[in-house]
């Protein structure tokens, strides 16, 4: 039996690949799943245009988000927390805290975007990496300053 799958399946194929099952396997599991659909012509034609359009959708939002890493690529973000001998931070600069400094900014960018593997815990320059699009990733500059003392 071929079927169309909607969606990833593991150790079976992608969305939208068509695939040859076990009769049973695809009646009694990925059919009532809703993880396939019969690869009939009339699905074929549903699953094409939901690729293209799937495929504009993609292209639309990679566009978008060229430009916001243009705006990003020229901004730098400087924050100042307290801390003791050395550099080293009282707590730490983590992606939240960047999140927020570029929403001051008026650039929304969800905190789950922002690739730093570990929180920044001494005062210096970094280059954080913020993944926009899966195409799209655009490094921007982080100083960390010691707050001056009052």
Known sequence: MKVILKQDVEKLGKTGEIVKVAPGYGRNFLIPRKLAALATEGNLKIM???QLA?????QREKKAAE???RELSKLVVTLQRKSGEGGTLYGSVTSIDIADYLITHKID???RKIQLDDPIKSVGEYHVPIRLHREVTVPIRVIVQAEPAS
Do not use: F, M, N
């Open 48 to 50: 094409e245009i939901e």
């Open 54 to 58: 799937h495929a504009r959708r993609d």
């Open 109 to 111: 960018i969800d905190k």
């Open 67 to 69: 430009v916001v890493a």
